[in-house]
């Protein structure tokens, strides 16, 4: 019945779609995936990274685009695909994950590290040598191959040694564990990464660039609606996408976040559906929006 019913929604989503209204609303909320071209290229180009035998040079990738464009999400399903297994050598981890503190110092970074390793809390008063070397101990043993730095755009708020006491510590990383490296962030990354001419020419870059009207766009705003358990089909052709896009300001968080409003408006007033009416009575602001009514305060 719901398969005839709902064919307008991926079919995890049907039995939900008949629900009650806070039921269906609150399932808005929960991260969701929608495949795209230029994320699964990414994701392609990232694990191809693990299956590269180690190397004295091993390929590493800078992965740059706005903020709240879907870089994250993207790191995290990277992650997601390579669990941590045990067996009798012990963990094995495969991809390690840490962000850049947003204060960056060596001594930070190095026990945000050891925290993403599962390692017990070093004692405060350990000099940051003696962190360095636990850390690369700790990345031997669990026979990491990739290494996943986030928001790596902060070591830009450090002075100019600290940017460059960060630099070399990914070429030493590279050079000594022969392990491949994803950094991402946002423009300002690139741009750390260019000052450094050996790094420039290790990081290849993936760019996530601001979404624009065109085929790809109708997908994944179509696609993302069909995972909202909304009782009616919505009509989402192009003019309506870029709407959509220039409302949101072309990226992928802020269409999430419009979409998602949206189609709790669409519930509670029975329009069961994301048309024009809905998209307007939305109470979403975009970042422009935001920062018009921060400024007025």
Known sequence: MCADRFRHLIPSVRDIAT????????HLHRDRWISYDVAEQALAQMTRLLELPRSTRPACTILIGPTNNGKSSLLHRLIDSQPRTHG???????????????????????RGLISALDAPSPSTWIRTGALETLCFDLLHSVN???????????ILVGRRPTQLEFLNLLRFLTNRLQISIVLSGTDQASHAIRSDAQLENRFKPIVLHRWESSEESIRLVQGLVST????????????????????????????????RTTAEIAIRTGEECINRRTLELSPYLGPTARRAKLARV
Do not use: W
Not at 19 to 26: D, M, T, V, Y
Not at 144 to 154: G, R
Not at 235 to 252: C, D, K
């Open 19 to 26: 629900c009650s209204a806070q039921e269906r609303s609150l």
């Open 88 to 110: 009798g050598t012990g963990v094995v981890a495969p991809v390690v994950f840490v962000e850049m503190p947003s204060s960056p110092t060596l001594e930070r970074f190095y």
């Open 144 to 154: 990491v191959k990739l290494l996943v730095v986030d928001e790596f755009h902060n």
């Open 228 to 259: 909202f358990p909304l009782q009616r089909p919505s009509a989402l052709g192009e003019p309506m996408v870029q709407y959509i896009l220039r409302r949101a300001e072309g990226t992928l968080g802020e269409i999430v976040d419009l979409l």
